[in-house]
């Protein structure tokens, strides 16, 4: 029988020396990409965690040509925001616009895909405070690498 594929398509070094990893899921190796691995590990190659999503079924890359997630994780020690993504060839780079006002720049990896991390102040919460809120990717864009807008849109 035939297992699934896994392939890493973007990372990236953290701060703290840890890794990040996307990897690309198919049901076996002719099938198109049907979900996508956002994993975390350490120097000494230990898996710390990880956040993951399925594409409907049967729908190559099931989020389209150009798309970006922002799992993310709060705490005292900060705001974690991971954005994940893909867009299309001839793009190099895109520009994701979040709700808080800035604006992340990052280069495409393997087949269009990227990952990036903003961090945000931790704060201590009281027992009746509510987390800060996240800032969430609003638009995107995606760039050519002559600067030439590929594809944009509004999240």
């Known amino acids: 029988t035939e297992s699934s594929v896994q392939e890493v398509v973007a990372t990236m070094q953290r701060p703290n020396g840890n890794t990040l990893q996307l990897f690309s ?3 076996t190796p002719e099938a198109p990409v049907n979900g ?3 994993i975390e590990t350490s120097p000494d190659g230990q898996t710390l965690g990880g956040s993951s999503g399925c594409n409907p079924p049967g729908t190559p890359d099931g989020n389209g040509d150009l798309w970006v997630n922002s799992p993310s994780q709060s705490g005292a020690d900060g705001v974690f925001v991971w954005l994940i993504g893909k867009a299309p060839a001839p793009a190099t780079r895109v ?3 979040l709700s808080d006002g800035d604006t992340a720049y990052l280069d495409l990896q393997t087949d269009g895909y990227f990952v990036g991390e903003l961090i945000r102040p931790g704060v201590e919460l ?3 405070d509510s987390a800060p809120p996240v800032p969430l ?3 995107i864009r995606a760039f ?3 600067g030439n807008l590929v594809q944009e849109q509004t999240q």
Do not use: R, Y
């Open 25 to 27: 899921t198919k049901a």
């Open 126 to 128: 009281g027992p009746d």
């Open 95 to 97: 520009e994701v616009d």
């Open 144 to 146: 050519d690498a002559d």
């Open 137 to 139: 990717p609003t638009h």
């Open 36 to 38: 996508h691995a956002l």
